[in-house]
């Protein structure tokens, strides 16, 4: 990836079960540098004024692999992953919707009620860089369509400095909600309204792109992956523009819903080529020898052979769906899907920890909510450091359902 440039503040957090008033957009994005700030930590969790800082807030531990609070289960995760962790690679669309189907018809139990999302968690860290560059968006009931209703998230991974990453946190779910108001769309036998998500996902995707390089040359060698999910009762849908990746636990299988846009993928070679491009191994096959990633927003200066078009695959839910993950390739890059999957597994199992306690000086005992679905995604930005990773780790987990006794 590019070296960093510089980067913004994050945006205003929000809880599981409500969300945020944002202000009204405007038709392109100001890039105001009186607002950049140096961003070391992100950490998102339902139900908390004050996320769960205390095990990722010092600059120092991204730098040493010290034990972290979590110290004994990571242990145990370590080296299990150690031992077993296998090298994986991206499906195809036609191969994950194989995969998918296989794994709905082998697990599908009627104890479990399907929801949008149980609960959620989220951590953006910074890692062993020298900035953040990396943003997350979290809008839970952001679309409404008839009865039905949207929750999003994205994960943004920047390069070239951070303001494209906050820019497509700040816009893209407002850019997809203008752009669905203005389709009509058909309707189903049952009087559901239909939406075409390729179409959609493609418009919003190009919008973002055309205001981001709006900017000129304040962004032109500034760039970021967009990876997005919109996760309804009766379906989930991934777009994905870049190296981010996402992975539905169903069935107890890691099933990848996205494929990794690298500038050696064969189809994204010859597309690369046949625009006039190189792929050149400078520290990792890139893009003129300078971007890892074939596929982006932003990034002006290497148009066309970096284009911004997403990837999107359907699904329909089903009372299989665990949990979702959604990742910067600083996870990935040393974490495998299976792995990642089953460490969120054993977060999420070990319900217990939804109280944990703190001191807190002269009152003593401070205890405080705390989502398993928030631990599992400190616990994996924390595997992933202790793994070597050197790039921002941000990670979404989304709990897709409970069961009925709670």
């Known amino acids: 990836m590019i070296d960093n440039l510089r980067h913004t503040s994050p945006a205003p957090e929000t809880g599981c079960r409500r969300s945020t008033v944002l ?10 540098g009186d607002r950049i700030r140096h961003q070391r930590l992100e950490l998102r969790r339902p139900n908390s004024l004050d996320p769960l800082r205390s095990g990722l807030h010092d600059r120092e531990r991204c730098f040493k692999r010290r034990r972290p609070e979590n110290g004994k289960l990571l242990d145990n995760i370590i080296k299990e992953s150690d031992e077993g962790e296998e090298e994986e690679c991206g499906e195809r669309k036609l191969a994950v919707a194989k995969q998918l189907e296989e794994v709905g018809e082998r697990e599908n139990p009627k104890e479990l009620i399907i929801m949008r999302c149980w609960s959620y968690g989220s951590v953006s860290v910074i890692g062993r860089r020298r900035e953040m560059e990396d943003a997350v968006a979290v809008e839970l009931g952001f679309l409404e369509r008839g009865s039905k209703t949207y929750d999003f998230f994205g994960v943004y991974d920047g390069h070239g400095g951070s303001l494209v ?15 669905l108001e203005k389709e009509d769309g058909d309707y189903d036998n049952s009087g559901s309204i239909l939406i075409n998500w390729n179409k959609v996902m493609l418009e919003s995707f190009e919008k973002i792109d055309e205001e981001v390089n709006r900017n000129g040359a304040a962004v032109a060698t500034m760039g970021s992956t967009a990876l997005v999910a919109v996760v309804g009762e009766e379906e989930l849908v991934v777009a994905n523009c870049g190296d981010s990746r996402a992975v539905l636990s169903r069935g107890g299988a890691a099933v990848p819903l996205s494929d990794d846009h690298k500038p050696d993928r064969w189809d994204e070679l010859e597309r690369i080529e046949l625009c006039g491009g190189r792929v050149i191994d400078w520290n990792g096959q890139r893009v003129l020898g300078v971007l890892a990633t074939s596929r982006s927003i932003g990034d002006h200066y290497l148009k066309p052979y970096v284009i911004s078009d997403p990837e999107v695959i359907v699904t329909k839910r089903t009372n299989g769906d665990e949990f979702l993950i959604l990742a910067s390739d600083g996870l990935w890059d040393v974490i495998s899907n299976e792995a990642a999957c089953n460490v969120v597994r054993r977060c999420l199992m070990n319900r217990s920890s939804e109280i944990s306690s703190s ?26 450091i202790s793994k070597g990773s050197k790039d921002n780790i941000s990670v979404i987990v989304a709990e897709l359902r409970r069961s009925s006794s709670r």
């Open 23 to 32: 202000s009204d957009p405007s038709s392109s994005i100001e890039l105001d």
């Open 165 to 179: 990453a906050h820019a497509c946190r700040d816009r893209l779910h407002r850019v997809l909600v203008e752009i």
């Open 359 to 384: 001191s807190s000086g002269e009152v003593g005992i401070l205890f405080e909510q705390v989502s398993p679905s928030a631990r599992a995604a400190k616990i994996l930005a924390e595997l992933a």
